[in-house]
Nanobody, 127 residues
Framework: QVQLVESGGGSVQAGGSLRLSCAVS????????MGWFRQAPGTEREGVAT????????YYADSVKGRFTISRDIAKNTLYLQMDSLKPEDTAIYYC????????????????????WGQGTQVTVSS
């Protein structure tokens, strides 16, 4: 059974940093897309950053380029999202997600490409 468990959310002032973690378990394969999405109140869930398990060029939404960094630790089966220079508009529930087997990247930042989701973690940025 695939499980994704996020942690690391919280409240921070504008300009601050947070690092989200997503512990991934239950996979029997090692080629898939992984990523972070977010959903603010009254909006649709949007892709923030994605990457392939095997590495390669990640995808970033324009709104987070240069501020957020996606990475993974294969030994720990953990996906990370380092968020720097946070802005109030980054306030949202952040979800990690993975796909069914996907041989190669790049991995798109769209919900339909992902099959498994974590429960979400709240990030609140105050001005």
């Amino acid at each position: 059974q695939v499980q994704l468990v996020e942690s690391g959310g919280g409240s921070v002032q504008a300009g601050g940093s947070l690092r989200l973690s997503c512990a991934v378990s239950g996979f029997t394969y090692s080629t898939y897309c992984m990523g972070w999405f977010r959903q603010a109140p009254g909006t649709e869930r949007e892709g923030v950053a994605t990457m392939h398990y095997g590495g390669g060029s990640p995808y970033y939404a324009d709104s987070v380029k240069g501020r957020f960094t996606i990475s993974r630790d294969i030994a720990k089966n953990t996906l990370y999202l380092q968020m720097d220079s946070l802005k109030p508009e980054d306030t949202a529930i952040y979800y990690c997600a993975t796909s069914n087997p996907t041989l190669w990247g790049p991995c798109p930042g769209v919900e339909s490409a992902f099959n498994y989701w974590g429960q979400g973690t709240q990030v609140t940025v105050s001005s």
